[in-house]
């Protein structure tokens, strides 16, 4: 049997669930009338084991697309630009901090298009100095 998308994201579901019902024990369920702090996470996680074993019964029933493979060099280059982000947000200010989250995270993609790269970061500067500067009011330096 392959390893298709279904099988594996119904296995995360039942064991995130699983892990829920869990440690959901540890609170007072109560009764429907008059539900403890256990109660709802029980339930949302019953539900979500149900919800896996569907995605793992259409899965084995129907099969599916397999699983691609991971794009690492995509993930370490876009983790690497969140990471430059907060690292740089405070020391540069909001202006360049944007210009080299979406410079290094456009590295990422194929082709490099350093015009398109230019105009978004450009208007995503716009946007977040005009709502988390000037509408907000946060203590963000907009220039080191």
């Given at each position: 049997?392959?390893?298709?998308k279904?099988?594996l ?31 709802y ?9 149900l919800i ?19 794009a ?5 280059i876009?983790?690497a ?5 907060a ?24 082709p490099?298009r350093?015009?398109e790269t ?11 100095a ?7 009011q ?7």
């Amino acid at each position: 049997m392959a390893v298709t998308k279904d099988l594996l994201s119904g296995a995360i579901f039942a064991l995130v669930g699983l892990i829920v019902v869990i440690e959901a024990q540890n609170h007072a369920m109560g009764s429907l009338l008059r539900m403890g702090p256990g109660y709802y996470p029980t339930f949302v996680g019953v539900l979500a084991i149900l919800i896996g074993a569907a995605l793992i019964a259409k899965s084995v029933m129907q099969g599916g697309p397999a699983v691609p493979r991971i794009a690492f060099r995509e993930t370490a280059i876009l983790t690497a630009s969140i990471i430059v982000f907060a690292v740089s947000l405070e020391r540069l200010g909001l202006v360049i901090s944007t210009y080299l989250l979406i410079g290094i995270g456009s590295l990422a993609a194929r082709p490099y298009r350093p015009l398109e790269t230019l105009l978004l970061s450009t208007a995503l500067v716009i946007v977040g100095a005009a709502v988390f500067w000037w509408f907000l009011q946060l203590p963000i330096p907009l220039w080191p």
